[in-house]
């Protein structure tokens, strides 16, 4: 390293007084301890330095190491992306298989007494609730209202969309909010198939791969059960 000029003293060509020799000598040595800082600082941007006139205080600005503080920022900002994106990663994987026992207990035992209890409680809409709306406190941004009604008359834009949805914390709070509706729906595709006697394993099926296709087959099965009890009972009319 090379060290800074303040440790040059010009020539001695004339006496001095060695009280004035000496202060001279401190303040060229505290020069040099403000250089040192400066160079070999750890990003404070002030602080204090002792000098040698007196035990006083002489404050001094050390300037941040710009490739330091880069560093600094890009490790902060990929730490907290990791963490993010961490944290999308569980949140997705727990909501995914949390509702899946509820789908087992419909198409495994349909009617036995632990699957309607299950299917009537509302402790599945509360859970799935609530994570949703923690997921859409961690990935609001001020720019969220106007992804989604920044167009000309308030109506979503797929640009806008899109864009909103390439982060993945917001991709999963969509994807919890598929889950929750599409749970909800097979559960009262079940129930009113309890009721009326329909079969509803296939479109409970449905309902978790293809929610709106699981809805349709209910009713498609519900309607062609009903047509064909309405067929029996007019051949057992007797004849006129």
Not at 5 to 20: E, T
Not at 39 to 48: K, L
Not at 210 to 232: D, F, N, S
Request: charged share 10%; proline share 6%; hydrophobic share 45%.
């Amino acid at each position: 390293m090379a060290f800074p000029l303040c440790f040059s003293f010009p020539p001695n060509h004339h006496h001095h007084h060695p009280r004035k020799s000496l202060k001279a000598a401190a303040v060229a040595a505290t020069r040099v301890v403000m250089n040192i800082a400066q160079v070999t600082g750890n990003g404070r941007g002030d602080g204090w330095s002792s000098s040698f006139l007196g035990g006083s205080k002489v404050a001094t600005t050390c300037q941040p190491n710009p490739i330091c503080l880069h560093h600094n920022t890009s490790s902060s900002r990929l730490l907290y992306a990791s963490s993010f994106s961490a944290s999308a990663s569980t949140v997705f994987s727990v909501g995914t298989t949390a509702v899946l026992p509820f789908y087992v207990l419909m198409l495994l035992a349909p009617k036995s007494q632990l699957t309607r209890k299950c299917m009537g409680s509302m402790i599945p809409d509360t859970a799935l609730g609530l994570l949703y709306g923690y997921l859409v406190y961690l990935s609001w941004t001020p720019d969220t209202l106007h992804l989604m009604f920044g167009a000309k008359y308030m109506v979503p834009e797929l640009g806008g969309i899109t864009k909103m949805f390439s982060s993945e914390m917001r991709l999963t709070s969509a994807w919890i909010h598929l889950v929750a509706v599409d749970l909800f729906a097979a559960r009262k595709v079940y129930s009113d198939g309890l009721e009326n006697g329909v079969e509803t394993r296939h479109s409970v099926a449905l309902c978790l791969l293809a929610c709106p296709i699981g809805i349709l087959t209910h009713l498609v099965t519900k309607a062609l059960i009903a047509a064909m009890a309405r067929a029996k009972t007019t051949e057992k009319l007797p004849p006129n």
